[in-house]
């Protein structure tokens, strides 16, 4: 079942793009604006392109980008929380992970949880996205104590909670299936789960990511229980380590596959590597890379766009990964939205990254209508929560307390 869209595409103009491209770039090309399927060799061609080529993959990109959404591009109103950075997964290229004990260590209660959430609640947010590491004293039912607490005090709120990692912890911690928990948790409140700690779905990169992590079936097992019980999940990628663009097109073909046999997915979200304070860049530098460059960024939104049109159209560029305004470009170059505000991200700068923490409404209005698109404000769901027209300048809003 493919995502309902909200904009009807309409393909019966000819294929036409400006920028000069080498036949079989050109060839390509036209075929994706006609709205045909690209394959993983059609994928891992235009991730070799450069110079002109390249240029026309990013016009292409950006032509589907409004066929399939319209100019707009979107953004909401969210807070993070990081419920607890104690984890001994050991993941390679992680630097937020803690020991207990340790000084920075962190456990938040859940009605920390909760007092967090309706403080966002109060700031206009419509969402809360809540991930933590896998803490060996969370147990059987600290995810489902954590939903009821944040649903007790802020009833309307979303709840976008719980990489599939997480979920396969708790599955493991309450001995249930991932159908059967999963279900539990849409009752209590669960309103959809962000498709993180897919990094790469190839098993020999996973294995120089990390010992322990969820394993590629592992993933797919859990988000497609998620689809199956009505949980709708994001998708992602982490690109820029010891990966290459092989990897990259069959990583977008398989949640291409997935999303024809579920529907669930709301976006894909490429999330490029960062480097700093990591162990798997520390101790490998000649072997592991410093992140993907400005141009695999941009081509890394571009070829998503064109490879998942139809099936997943919302693509987001990631402020806390690029900074906003390098995110801002890439709405012309395939992605239509900005992500969250996110009022509180620790993860990232706890890797080393320079963004992170807060983008205000203002400053998302501001890099929308900067691109040139009207901007608009969402839910989780992608619905219109407001439309801002291009003279509306909104107030600041104060940053809060770092977590
Ligand atoms: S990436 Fe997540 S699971 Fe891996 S060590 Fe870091 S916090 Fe733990």
């Known amino acids: 079942m493919n995502q309902p869209q909200r904009y009807s595409a309409s393909y019966s103009q000819r294929p036409v793009f400006e920028t000069p491209a080498s036949p079989n770039i050109q060839a390509i090309l036209e075929r994706s604006l006609l709205g045909e399927e690209l394959s993983v060799q059609d994928a891992c061609a235009l991730f070799a392109t450069s110079g002109s080529d390249a240029d026309a993959v990013l016009e292409v990109a950006d032509k589907v980008r409004q066929k399939r959404t319209g100019d707009v591009g979107t953004f909401v109103v969210t807070r993070n929380i990081n419920f607890t950075n104690v984890c001994y997964m050991g993941c390679r290229f992680c630097n937020f992970a803690k020991e207990k004990g340790d000084k920075e260590a962190e456990f938040l209660t859940v009605e920390q949880v909760a007092d967090r959430a309706e403080e966002a609640w109060q700031r206009g947010a419509t969402e809360v996205c809540i991930q933590g590491g896998l803490h060996p004293d969370i147990d059987a039912d600290y995810y489902r104590n954590l939903i009821k607490a944040v649903k007790a005090r802020v009833p309307n709120i979303h709840i976008h909670a719980f990489s599939p990692f997480e979920i396969w912890y708790g599955c493991k911690k309450a001995r249930l299936e991932p159908e059967v928990f999963l279900a539990q948790l849409k009752t209590l409140g669960l309103g959809s789960i962000p498709g993180t700690a897919a990094e790469i779905l190839d098993t020999d990169i996973r294995k120089q990511l990390t010992k322990n992590k969820l394993t590629t079936n592992e993933w797919v097992r859990i988000v497609k229980a998620a689809h199956s019980v009505g949980v709708k999940t994001t998708s992602t990628i982490m690109y820029g380590h010891v990966d290459q663009p092989i990897h990259w097109a069959n990583h977008l073909k398989l949640l291409r596959d997935i999303q024809k046999e579920t529907g669930g997915f709301t976006e894909f979200v490429p999330l490029g590597f960062i480097h700093y304070e990591t162990p798997l860049y520390n101790d490998n530098p000649d072997k592991v890379r410093p992140g993907p460059t400005q141009d695999e960024h941009f081509k890394m939104h571009a070829i998503a766009r064109l490879m998942l049109q139809g099936h997943i159209d919302n693509i987001q560029a990631s402020w806390v990964k690029m900074g906003p305004d390098v995110a801002a470009k890439m709405l012309r ?70 977590v």
């Open 333 to 402: 170059s395939g992605a239509n939205d900005l992500g969250g505000t996110l009022m509180n991200e620790s993860i990232s700068r706890a890797a080393g990254a320079t963004h992170g923490q807060e983008v205000t409404p203002s400053d998302m209005i501001a890099n929308i209508q900067a691109a040139g698109l009207k901007a608009v404000q969402r839910n989780t769901a992608y619905g219109v929560v407001e439309s801002f027209p291009s003279s509306v300048t909104l107030q600041r809003i104060p940053m809060m307390g770092v």
